[in-house]
T-cell receptor, first 112, second 113 residues
Framework: NAGVTQTPKFRILKIGQSMTLQCTQDMNHNYMYWYRQDPGMGLKLIYYSVGAGITDKGEVPNGYNVSRSTTEDFPLRLELAAPSQTSVYFC???????????FGDGTRLSIL | QQQVKQSPQSLIVQKGGISIINCAYENTAFDYFPWYQQFPGKGPALLIAIRPDVSEKKEGRFTISFNKSAKQFSLHIMDSQPGDSATYFC????????????FGKGTKLTVNP
């Protein structure tokens, strides 16, 4: 049982490049989330989705885009990467709104 | 206010000791308070959670104490073990089933053998 799978695990980007962080879950969860984690700052919600075709902004959405075409996948797109987007990105999913969130192991992204 | 304030930032405990991590919140509309545990290189994982209609919840060596009037809650780890060394995050969620969790900034716990 894979749970939440994130790819890639590590990536270095140059300023201005774009990339997509992949997230897939095999638990048939309706709810999916993207967080970023910066040292000493906890986790900040970027975007979330309550089902296929439905997405909404979290606390720090600027510079990111998401889509949710299937229940399983919730990719996060970075356009015009900036140094401020250097972070560890976590994808999570849950069965319902007030249910445990299951996290992937993260993507460590550096923008130079 | 959406903030959850967590302290201390780091904590060192001897094996067998009690680890205590505290969190405070302002928004009385929060009604679900989970704690997540994160090991290096891994994503957070739910450890234990509480709702404000109870003052304490215990699961094994882990206990959440909740003080609704003070708007504070804490995690106690009894008989702390080196394997408990991790970063712990408290969080809060709004009533009505809001999808959004608000996390504290985390506490790095080190349990020395």
């Amino acid at each position: 049982n894979a749970g939440v799978t994130q790819t890639p695990k590590f990536r270095i980007l140059k300023i201005g490049q774009s990339m997509t962080l992949q997230c897939t879950q095999d638990m048939n969860h309706n709810y999916m989330y993207w967080y970023r984690q910066d040292p000493g700052m906890g986790l900040k919600l970027i975007y979330y989705s309550v089902g296929a075709g439905i997405t909404d902004k979290g606390e720090v959405p600027n510079g990111y885009n998401v889509s949710r075409s299937t229940t399983e996948d919730f990719p996060l797109r970075l356009e015009l990467a900036a140094p401020s987007q250097t972070s560890v990105y976590f994808c999570a999913s849950s069965y319902g709104a007030v249910q445990p969130q299951h996290f992937g192991d993260g993507t460590r992204l550096s923008i130079l | 206010q959406q903030q959850v304030k967590q302290s201390p930032q780091s904590l060192i405990v001897q094996k067998g000791g009690i680890s205590i991590i505290n969190c405070a919140y302002e928004n009385t509309a929060f009604d679900y308070f989970p704690w997540y545990q994160q090991f290096p290189g891994k994503g957070p994982a739910l450890l234990i959670a509480i709702r404000p209609d109870v003052s304490e919840k215990k699961e094994g060596r882990f206990t959440i104490s909740f003080n609704k009037s003070a708007k504070q809650f804490s995690l106690h780890i009894m008989d702390s073990q080196p394997g408990d060394s991790a970063t712990y995050f408290c969080a809060a969620q709004l009533q009505g089933g809001s999808e959004k969790l608000v996390f504290g900034k985390g506490t790095k716990l080190t349990v020395n053998p």
